[in-house]
């Protein structure tokens, strides 16, 4: 008897390790490859999942910030069959029925970076309202409580850039109503085109006193706008971008600061909920647990959400510490 109980707790104890270890693909689409953000992203994503042990991360993605290349891609995955398909939106509506798909062919659907309108979870970079503050904080720090801005923006559709920019208008109508939004000019995650869009900017507005560029590439392509026309100190360039991306623009003189969150730690959280998520499931209130930190799961107006933080202001006194 004594034997035969033993053989059941063994029996039970691999099977146990069997199910712990079964191995989970995750398809990971960030908004295009090739830039120092989504680099970073794919770092950390890369950097949980071989702390986990039983993820097969794919990370691809397209070449340009299209929606189109990203249904393509989503669509090959749900032939493949993964257990979660993980992306960063380029529009949150053209990709919502391809993830609706996905879901019914028992997909696990994960945003992060960008939201989008059909997901079981989002993982957030930071609250929206948090970034407005932080984006038009910084630019009354540097130019005052009056004057002429602009915004130099992703796509049109991009749901991130629109939810600050909405936050951001109701900090100015509130905290600092002498500054005027006079332009808001897309540059659909091109840098080149945010360079042409700014100086396009700077002639049309004579009396410009700042530009917020609201992508990692639109940041330095505004910034070497600005520099190029000899205006560095006199237009003021604030944006989210990568710390490395921006370290020639604020050693130069051409920007103060860089509002961010950290991009690894973003890919990192992304990988750690979507295990969760097939193994466990997810509900509000959940927590995950990661070698970075707790993150607690909560309700939104769609799913559900993960928030990574607040964001963070890189300077001249700490950027050197960052290599992302």
Request: charged share 25%; proline share 5%; hydrophobic share 45%.
């Amino acid at each position: 008897m004594r034997q035969v109980h033993w053989w059941i707790a063994v029996g039970a104890m691999l099977l146990g390790m069997g199910f712990a270890q079964k191995q989970i693909t995750i398809a990971m689409i960030p908004k295009l490859v090739g830039i120092d953000y989504f680099n970073a992203t794919e770092q950390g994503a890369k950097e949980a999942a071989a702390e986990l042990g039983n993820i097969r991360l794919i990370y691809q993605g397209p070449t340009e910030g299209r929606v189109d290349k990203q249904i393509e891609l989503i669509e090959n995955f749900i032939t493949a069959k993964v257990d979660v398909i993980s992306v960063a939106a380029n529009d949150p509506v053209a990709i919502a029925p391809v993830l609706e798909k996905a879901r019914k062919a028992g997909i696990k659907v994960v945003t992060w970076d960008a939201d989008a309108n059909v997901r079981d979870v989002f993982c957030n970079q930071a609250t929206f309202a948090g970034i407005g503050k932080a984006l038009v904080d910084e630019m009354a720090r540097q130019v005052g409580k009056e004057g002429e801005v602009a915004i130099v923006t992703s796509s049109l559709t991009a749901p991130n850039q629109n939810a600050w920019i909405a936050e951001m208008k109701k900090v100015l109508a509130k905290d600092y109503p002498g500054l005027k939004v006079v332009d808001t000019k897309p540059s659909e995650e091109d840098q080149q085109l945010a360079f042409r869009v700014t100086q396009d900017l700077l002639k049309a507005y004579p009396n410009l006193k700042g530009v917020w560029a609201l992508s990692s590439v639109a940041f330095p392509g505004a910034a070497e706008a600005v520099q190029q026309a000899g205006k560095a100190g006199k237009v003021a360039v604030v944006g989210l971008s990568t710390p490395k991306q921006m370290k020639p623009f604020m050693k130069a003189g051409v920007i103060k600061s860089v509002v961010l969150w950290n991009p690894i730690d973003l890919g990192y959280l992304s990988v750690y909920a979507a295990k969760q998520l097939v193994e466990k499931g997810l509900k509000e209130g959940d927590k995950i647990v990661t070698k970075r930190g707790t993150f607690t799961v909560q309700k939104d107006d769609k799913s559900l959400q993960i928030l990574l933080g607040p964001p963070f202001i890189f300077t001249p006194e700490n950027i050197d510490k960052f290599n992302f």
